[in-house]
């Protein structure tokens, strides 16, 4: 059992390492800033009795996210952690600039060195979490709820897609692309046809799509149907093959490229940009399968969708049912800071920085 599921079930408070699987050269300060191991390394020697109090804080309203992957790490890396006071928000809670999220309080040579990456952590996670968090909101704008599936796959490194997975899953996306992005909550990643494999088959969809049904007949049959930047036609030729079976189109149109359908009805154009999946287009291919009776098929728009591309397709009523969202979920925006505030017991930190207290905080056992 996950333990994301033993958290929900409320049989653990925090998701600990055995969810994230911590690289051991942590330890070792392998992914430290040099400076913060010197200063452990001379705390060490000559303030070896101190008592620190580090705060970690961002500048802007977001959705949190990476608390129980910090405090993992401090558990699993601190030295002598059972001693540390650590007090923190929840992955998920809606945080005001400046807000406190995060506070240790012990030793500093003993967590000290953990400084940077919590931050890096915390940065992160809560930067796609905010991302996704406005995007499914906007997908909602028009009144429903519209599934918003994380594509992020490939616009950054392998490694990070169980961290981002997770993050996007607090943001409010339940469907993801690959198998490791559900890796720490879900299940497996869900998907259906690339263009290589309409390709593979001569740019034929009505092939392919018989061939993918054919070997995953469990799955729900949505077909890809801009291969031949004639999303129109392809989609009625896999409807009329297909009938109730399936079950939606994929549009991913290029934004350098002009559907066929323009081509062919030149008298709609003239007031707005006919390149890419546009609301035209896609107001077309919905009038096109409702007219011979394909009224159940959904229709999924991917490329290039942003939050604010999404509000300008719901504000216009696009008949959209599902977004595919990847590369403007991974902006990583938001920045954490860590400040030791209290010496001793005692007010000492920086010029301009000061102790806040937040009484939402709750202590880590």
Not at 143 to 163: L, N
Request: proline share 3%; net charge negative; charged share 30%.
């Amino acid at each position: 059992m996950k333990e994301i599921e033993l958290k929900m079930q409320g049989k653990i408070k925090r998701l600990t390492n055995r969810t994230f699987k911590f690289d051991e050269r942590v330890r070792e300060g392998w992914f430290s800033a040099v400076y913060f191991l010197k200063t452990c390394e001379i705390v060490e020697e000559f303030k070896p009795d101190n008592v620190v109090t580090m705060q970690f804080f961002q500048k802007h309203d977001a959705v949190l996210c990476g608390t129980d992957e910090a405090i993992a790490l401090i558990k699993t890396f601190a030295k002598n952690p059972d001693d540390l006071e650590i007090d923190s928000l929840k992955d998920g809670d809606k945080i005001s600039p400046f807000e406190t999220v995060l506070k240790i309080k012990g030793p500093y040579q003993n967590f000290g060195f953990l400084e940077g990456i919590i931050d890096g952590i915390l940065g992160r996670r809560t930067s796609v979490a905010t991302n996704v968090y406005h995007v499914v909101k906007a997908a909602r704008s028009s009144g429903i709820q519209k599934p918003v599936i994380f594509m992020g796959d490939r616009d950054d490194h392998y490694t990070q897609q169980a961290g981002d997975g997770y993050a996007s899953y607090i943001g409010g996306s339940t469907a993801q692309a690959t198998h490791a992005m559900n890796e720490w909550w879900g299940k497996r990643g869900m998907g259906t046809m690339p263009h290589a494999l309409i390709q593979l088959f001569k740019g034929d969809v009505v092939e392919a799509s018989k061939a993918y049904y054919a070997k995953y007949p469990e799955d729900e049959l949505i077909a890809l149907v801009d291969y031949n930047n004639d999303v129109v036609t392809d989609a009625l030729r896999v409807a009329r093959e297909f009938g109730d079976t399936l079950k939606g189109v994929r549009v991913d149109t290029s934004r350098t490229m002009v559907d066929q359908y323009f081509w062919r009805n030149p008298d709609v154009l003239g007031t707005f940009d006919p390149r890419g999946v546009n609301a035209e287009l896609i107001f077309a291919l919905r009038e096109a399968l409702d007219e011979e009776g394909y009224t159940h098929v959904k229709i999924v728009v991917s490329g290039g969708f942003t939050e604010e591309r999404i509000r300008t397709f719901e504000s216009q009523n696009v008949p959209v049912d599902i977004y595919g969202v990847g590369s403007s979920l991974l902006k990583v925006d938001i920045g954490f800071t860590g400040d030791n505030v209290i010496l001793d017991d005692e007010p000492e930190a920086k010029a301009g920085r000061k102790y806040r207290h937040n009484p939402r905080l709750e202590r880590v056992e």
